[in-house]
C-alpha cells in the first residue's frame, strides 16, 4: 500500500500545482502543463498564449515563479520553460476561459457558445463539444450543449485525439462550470480506409515531328531500296528461264507399227526436224522400201519445250461374227374340216 499511496500523493500534489499556475497565469492565457522528473531535477514545461507575461522583465516573473513553486509544492530544483500555444482557438483549456471571461462580462450563454463553436470549426477542428451547466435561466440548475462536426465520447480515440478543457465562470446567480472539447484536426480514425489505386499504365511515348531534310532523306533511301530489289528480281527470273530451255526431242517408236514405219514428225520449230526431212528425202530415191510397205497409222504428238507426249492409236473394237442361222422344220398342212 506504500506504493500505492505514493503514486496518489504524487498527482494530487501536480493536479495542485496545475491549479496554481491558473491562477497565477490567468492573464497570459493558461493552456496546459506537463511536469517531468529528471535527475538534474523537476523540469516543468508551461504552455501559455503570451509567453512575456509569464517571463516578465528581465526574467523577474519567472524566477519568483520558480521559488514559489519550490517552496511551496517541495519539488526538487524545478526548471521552468515556457512555451508558446501555436493555434489557441485549438486548445480546449483556453477557449473554456475566454468563455467563462465572456459569461462573467455578461454574454448571453446562447450567444457565447454558439460563437464558441463558429470559432474552433473555423480553426480547422474536426469536432467539438461546449457544454455550459449551471442556473442559466432560473433558480433551477440545467445543462446547455452546443456541438458541431464528429465526436468521440468513450473510447481510445477518445484518448488519443480528444482533448478537454474546463474553467468557472463566477456570476451573481451562482458559478457555472464550461467544459470545451476539441478533436485534433490531424486525427485519423480506425474507420477511414484509404484504397490505393493500381499502377496506371505508361502511355505509349509520342515521337517528334522529324525535319524535312531528314524526311527527303529517308525517301531518297527508301527508293534505292526498291531499286535494287527490282534489279535482284529480274536477275532470278532471267536465271531460272536459262535453267529451263527445251531439250531435243527423241524418236519414239509408235506401238504396233511395223519396223521402218515413220516416226512422229516434230514441228518445223523444235532440234531433230531437219534430220527427219533429210531421212525421208533418201527414202524417196530408193522407193523399193516404200512400195513394199504397207502404210501405217502415225500417232500426231505435240511437242513442248521440255516435254514430249506420244498418244497411242487405239485399237479396232472387234466386231462379232454373225453365226448363220438354223432352218427350222415346217409344219405339216393342216386340213380344213368340212362342216357337216
Given at each position: 500500500?506504500?506504493?500505492?499511496?505514493?503514486?496518489?500523493?504524487?498527482?494530487?500534489?501536480?493536479?495542485?500545482?496545475?491549479?496554481?499556475?491558473?491562477?497565477?497565469?490567468?492573464?497570459?492565457?493558461?493552456?496546459?502543463?506537463?511536469?517531468?522528473?529528471?535527475?538534474?531535477?523537476?523540469?516543468?514545461?508551461?504552455m501559455?498564449?503570451?509567453?512575456?507575461?509569464?517571463?516578465?522583465?528581465?526574467?523577474?516573473?519567472?524566477?519568483?515563479?520558480?521559488?514559489?513553486?519550490?517552496?511551496?509544492?517541495?519539488?526538487n530544483?524545478?526548471?521552468?520553460?515556457?512555451?508558446?500555444?501555436?493555434?489557441?482557438?485549438?486548445?480546449?483549456?483556453?477557449?473554456?476561459?475566454?468563455?467563462?471571461?465572456?459569461?462573467?462580462?455578461?454574454?448571453?450563454?446562447?450567444?457565447?457558445?454558439?460563437?464558441?463553436?463558429?470559432r474552433?470549426?473555423?480553426?480547422?477542428?474536426?469536432?467539438?463539444?461546449?457544454?455550459?451547466?449551471?442556473?442559466l435561466?432560473?433558480?433551477?440548475?440545467r445543462?446547455?450543449?452546443?456541438?458541431?462536426g464528429?465526436?468521440?465520447?468513450?473510447?481510445?480515440?477518445?484518448l488519443?485525439?480528444?482533448?478537454?478543457?474546463?474553467?468557472?465562470?463566477?456570476?451573481?446567480?451562482?458559478?457555472?462550470?464550461?467544459?470545451?472539447?476539441?478533436?485534433?484536426?490531424?486525427?485519423r480514425?480506425?474507420?477511414?480506409?484509404?484504397?490505393?489505386?493500381?499502377?496506371?499504365?505508361?502511355?505509349?511515348?509520342?515521337?517528334?515531328?522529324?525535319?524535312?531534310?531528314?524526311?527527303?532523306?529517308?525517301?531518297?533511301?527508301?527508293?534505292?531500296?526498291?531499286?535494287?530489289?527490282?534489279?535482284?528480281?529480274?536477275?532470278?527470273?532471267?536465271?531460272?528461264?536459262?535453267?529451263?530451255?527445251?531439250?531435243?526431242?527423241?524418236?519414239?517408236?509408235?506401238?504396233?507399227?511395223?519396223?521402218?514405219?515413220?516416226?512422229?514428225?516434230?514441228?518445223?520449230?523444235?532440234?531433230?526436224?531437219?534430220?527427219?526431212?533429210?531421212?525421208?528425202?533418201?527414202?524417196?530415191?530408193?522407193?523399193?522400201?516404200?512400195?513394199?510397205?504397207?502404210?501405217?497409222?502415225?500417232?500426231?504428238?505435240?511437242?513442248?519445250?521440255?516435254?514430249?507426249?506420244?498418244?497411242?492409236?487405239?485399237?479396232?473394237?472387234?466386231?462379232?461374227?454373225?453365226?448363220?442361222?438354223?432352218?427350222?422344220?415346217?409344219?405339216?398342212?393342216?386340213?380344213?374340216?368340212?362342216?357337216?
Amino acid at each position: 500500500m506504500a506504493s500505492e499511496r505514493k503514486f496518489v500523493t504524487e498527482n494530487i500534489r501536480r493536479h495542485l500545482l496545475r491549479e496554481y499556475m491558473m491562477a497565477k497565469v490567468g492573464r497570459a492565457g493558461f493552456g496546459g502543463l506537463d511536469v517531468q522528473r529528471t535527475p538534474m531535477g523537476t523540469r516543468v514545461t508551461l504552455m501559455t498564449e503570451r509567453p512575456g507575461l509569464v517571463i516578465g522583465r528581465r526574467g523577474e516573473a519567472i524566477k519568483l515563479l520558480t521559488k514559489a513553486i519550490e517552496e511551496e509544492f517541495k519539488f526538487n530544483n524545478p526548471q521552468i520553460e515556457v512555451q508558446e500555444v501555436p493555434n489557441p482557438n485549438l486548445n480546449a483549456q483556453i477557449m473554456a476561459e475566454k468563455l467563462a471571461n465572456a459569461l462573467e462580462r455578461g454574454w448571453h450563454f446562447r450567444r457565447a457558445g454558439h460563437s464558441t463553436v463558429r470559432r474552433i470549426m473555423d480553426s480547422g477542428a474536426r469536432g467539438c463539444q461546449v457544454v455550459i451547466a449551471g442556473k442559466l435561466t432560473g433558480a433551477r440548475h440545467r445543462t446547455e450543449k452546443f456541438k458541431e462536426g464528429h465526436i468521440k465520447y468513450c473510447g481510445q480515440a477518445k484518448l488519443d485525439f480528444m482533448e478537454k478543457g474546463f474553467a468557472v465562470a463566477k456570476l451573481k446567480p451562482g458559478v457555472m462550470g464550461i467544459t470545451v472539447n476539441i478533436m485534433n484536426p490531424n486525427a485519423r480514425l480506425p474507420d477511414e480506409i484509404e484504397i490505393i489505386p493500381p499502377p496506371a499504365e505508361a502511355a505509349p511515348a509520342v515521337e517528334a515531328p522529324k525535319p524535312a531534310a531528314d524526311m527527303v532523306a529517308e525517301e531518297k533511301k527508301a527508293a534505292e531500296a526498291v531499286a535494287t530489289l527490282k534489279k535482284e528480281a529480274t536477275a532470278a527470273t532471267g536465271a531460272i528461264a536459262a535453267a529451263q530451255k527445251p531439250k531435243r526431242a527423241r524418236k519414239k517408236k509408235v506401238v504396233g507399227a511395223p519396223e521402218g514405219a515413220a516416226t512422229a514428225a516434230a514441228p518445223e520449230g523444235t532440234p531433230g526436224a531437219d534430220d527427219k526431212k533429210s531421212v525421208r528425202k533418201r527414202k524417196k530415191k530408193d522407193g523399193s522400201e516404200e512400195a513394199a510397205a504397207p502404210p501405217a497409222t502415225e500417232a500426231i504428238t505435240e511437242v513442248k519445250p521440255g516435254a514430249i507426249m506420244t498418244v497411242e492409236p487405239k485399237p479396232l473394237a472387234e466386231v462379232p461374227e454373225k453365226k448363220p442361222e438354223e432352218k427350222k422344220p415346217e409344219a405339216p398342212p393342216v386340213e380344213e374340216k368340212k362342216e357337216a
